[in-house]
């Protein structure tokens, strides 16, 4: 059974950052498409990043792009947000998601983790 477990989360200045991990177990990831999604209340979830595993490309929202930065550890089985100059509207409850390439639909979350960046 697939299992996505998010860590790193936190409070940091505007300006700051942070890094946010994902340990994935269950199965190989090779086919998969690895991400992290945001949401605050009231709102849906949001797309910020995306990584494809086998191949490594890389896919990013336009509101973080220059700014933040997924990665992959193929070793230990994790997924990586690098977060750098964070502002406040990146407040949100960070998720990592899975979903197999070919399907369409994300199968696959973890518990989220809560980025709050003050003024």
């Known amino acids: 059974q697939v299992q996505l477990v998010e860590s790193g989360g936190g409070l940091v200045q505007a300006g700051g950052s942070l890094r946010l991990s994902c340990a994935a177990s269950g199965r190989t990831f090779s086919n998969y498409v690895m991400a992290w999604f945001r949401q605050t209340p009231g709102k849906e979830r949001e797309f910020v990043a995306a990584v494809k595993w086998g191949e490594g490309s890389t896919y990013y929202a336009d509101s973080v792009k220059g700014r933040f930065t997924i990665s992959r550890d193929n070793v230990k089985n994790m997924v990586f947000l690098q977060m750098n100059s964070l502002k406040p509207e990146d407040t949100a409850v960070y998720y990592c998601?899975?979903?197999?390439?070919?399907?369409?639909?994300?199968?696959?979350w973890g518990q989220g983790t809560q980025v709050t960046v003050s003024p």
């Open positions: 998601g899975a979903r197999p390439i070919a399907i369409n639909e994300w199968k696959y």
